[in-house]
């Protein structure tokens, strides 16, 4: 197995860049969001990903995939206030380490790049490569779009 590197497009959010990193910090902020739609928009774009019974805590959150298995993944290191990285477990046919970059541009603006280390099968790439830098991608507008209080 090799080790792909996908990075997001750098995407603007309208926040504070302390805000953004107590709000992305904390999984439970993420799972109210979840709960709230998000996953069942997952389920319609995608309806061959079927995610349930999403549970998180502070540092940690795990859900079903359909067909997969239990993911789980988990927050191993918040430099605070620049980055969050965060690291997959469980039954997913891959493996993950992933980093959220946050930099000032003004007092109420951050920059936020995603940064995804996923190491896969040539076959499992060759079937969801182009899928994982489109979705990297997707979840960086998703993040920057994000209720932060």
């Known amino acids: 197995m090799a080790v792909t590197k996908y990075v997001s497009e750098t995407k603007i959010v309208e926040h504070n860049q302390q805000i953004v990193f107590d709000y992305l910090s904390n999984f439970e902020n993420l799972s109210e969001y979840l709960n709230s739609g998000l996953i069942e928009k997952i389920t319609k774009q995608i309806p061959q990903v079927k995610i349930t019974d999403f549970e998180s805590d ?4 795990q859900f079903k995939i359909t067909g997969m298995g239990v993911a789980q993944i988990r ?3 918040r430099e605070p206030y620049k980055t969050i990285k965060v690291e997959s ?3 997913l046919p891959l493996s993950f380490t992933f980093w959220i970059q946050l930099i000032p ?3 109420f603006q951050t920059k936020m790049r995603l940064t995804l280390h ?3 099968s040539m076959m499992i790439k060759m079937m969801v ?3 994982l830098e489109e979705g990297v991608n997707h979840l960086a507008e998703t993040l ?3 209720p932060y209080k």
């Open 75 to 77: 927050i191993v290191n």
């Open 129 to 131: 490569g182009s899928k």
């Open 105 to 107: 541009t003004t007092a």
């Open 58 to 61: 502070r540092d940690s959150c």
């Open 144 to 146: 920057k779009n994000l």
């Open 89 to 91: 477990s469980g039954g």
């Open 118 to 120: 996923a190491e896969l």
